[in-house]
């Protein structure tokens, strides 16, 4: 029960994988659309406010079948990518890391669009006057004061991801060593009669790895909240 | 001829316009609060632009409509001390200070750091956070931190809005020194009688725009 065996560390390094590259893939999209969103006016806002949602309040399976129609083979996004980058996403594990990305992004798009409006843009305006560039202003000014913001949103991601199952069976489909990630493998491992050990092992596995995101994200708010407490005191 | 200065700009729905031109020293606007004070002084700094109009700084022209001219804020070389003062408050008093020195050209740092700490009596506050200054010492980094970036000219916003009683005596007395040691052209916002006719070489009267 101490161990974990040679399928079961394949199941873990496969999830950290997936959610690790999809959290990166995503992040500069997500950013740039929190920015758009906390900082643009622009007509149609509305509308993209509500599309970068959509994954959040869709079904995870509708979602999923969206993505066959876009992904797919003769699907014009998943034309464009397999031609042009030579990517393609189904039935493999890059398909369940553009799932993960796809349903992490709504959360990722809040935290930092939260953080992004909470920035005095007062102190923008007097880094201007003191002589930064918008560039130089947005580097020492902007990002820093919606760093933990925008880390929350990374961790957020990351958690969110990591426990992605409807659009991923649906999109990837559930192959071992390709796209069965953790909450896959347990719902594999419920369909077999006398797995019980196995799923409580999985199980615990994935309470453990949602603890320790926790903690993670814990620390960093508290990080960020002790930087707080020193401008304080 | 400091400031050139004849705009229109638009503040909420109402329209101001300005025109004045001053000569060296400090030029005092005085008006109640909500007379658009604040909005030409962002106007002149470049981070509103006006409707129309011209404006120039000791010969520089910042904003020309006609002539279709607007430096951005960065190249104004303008020392802008906010009434609300503004310090970065992820940094230390150090780096805030250190801020627009950085930034400036070596031949635009008419002002050494060690000179700026003496003249303004901040040496001491250098590695506090500036949620832990007092108001008269916070307004002092305000007032080296603009100092310290190279300005051209000075844009005063009530800078003794946020200090106490007991220290606007030192305020003032500083930017006396300020106005009378730099020869910097000032531009002194304030709707304080007595502190205006004791600072100002002029007093430009700034009426409220209803509307």
Not at chain 1, 61 to 80: C, I
Not at chain 2, 167 to 186: Q, S, T
Request: glycine content about 8%; aromatic content about 8%.
């Amino acid at each position: 029960m101490t161990s974990l065996s040679p399928q079961e560390w394949e199941v873990l390094l496969l999830s950290l994988k997936v959610s690790t590259v999809a959290i990166l893939a995503v992040l500069p999209l997500a950013f740039a659309l929190a920015w758009m969103l906390a900082r643009w006016r622009f007509p149609g806002k509305v509308l993209v406010d509500a599309l970068v949602h959509l994954p959040l309040v869709l079904p995870p399976v509708v979602t999923g079948w969206l993505l066959l129609l876009a992904f797919g083979t003769n699907a014009p996004l998943g034309r464009f990518f397999s031609e042009y980058l030579g990517l393609t996403f189904l039935f493999r594990w890059t398909g369940a890391a553009l799932a993960a990305a796809v349903m992490a992004l709504p959360l990722m798009v809040r935290a930092m669009r939260l953080s992004l409006e909470a920035v005095d843009t007062r102190l923008e305006s007097a880094a201007r006057t003191l002589g930064a560039s918008r560039l130089r202003t947005f580097a020492s000014i902007t990002l820093p004061l919606a760093s933990s913001g925008i880390l929350a949103g990374l961790v957020l991601g990351l958690a969110r991801s990591v426990g992605e199952f409807g659009a991923t069976i649906t999109f990837a489909s559930n192959i071992p060593g390709e796209t069965q990630t953790l909450p896959l493998a347990i719902y594999s491992a419920l369909q077999i009669p006398g797995s019980e050990l196995q799923v409580v092992r999985l199980a615990v596995l994935s309470v453990l790895l949602s603890v320790g995101a926790l903690v993670l994200s814990e620390w960093l708010a508290r990080r960020s909240g002790q930087g707080k407490v020193r401008h304080v005191l | 001829m400091s400031f050139d200065v004849d705009v229109t700009i638009r503040r909420g729905s109402s329209r101001l316009s300005y025109t004045f031109k001053t000569g060296k020293g400090l030029t005092a606007l005085f008006g109640p609060s909500g007379a658009g004070k604040t909005s030409l002084l962002d106007a002149i700094a470049g981070l509103v632009r006006p409707l129309s109009g011209r404006i120039a700084v000791s010969g520089t022209v910042l904003f020309d409509k006609a002539e279709r001219i607007n430096l951005h804020p960065e190249q104004r070389r303008c020392g802008y001390v906010f009434q609300d003062l503004r310090l970065f408050p992820h940094k230390s008093v150090r780096a805030n200070l250190e801020f627009g020195w950085k930034l400036a050209a070596y031949h635009e740092r008419w002002l050494s750091f060690e000179t700026a700490l003496d003249f303004l009596g901040i040496g001491h506050l250098l590695d506090r956070m500036p949620a832990t200054l007092s108001g008269g010492e916070a307004q002092r980094v305000a007032i080296g931190r603009a100092l310290l970036s190279g300005p051209r000219f000075l844009l005063l916003d009530e800078p003794l809005a946020s200090v106490d009683a007991e220290r606007r005596g030192e305020i003032l007395r500083l930017i006396e020194r300020v106005r009378d040691e730099l020869a910097l052209p000032i531009l002194y916002v304030s709707h304080d009688r007595p502190e205006v006719e004791r600072l100002a070489d002029r007093i430009i009267p700034v009426e409220r725009v209803e509307g």
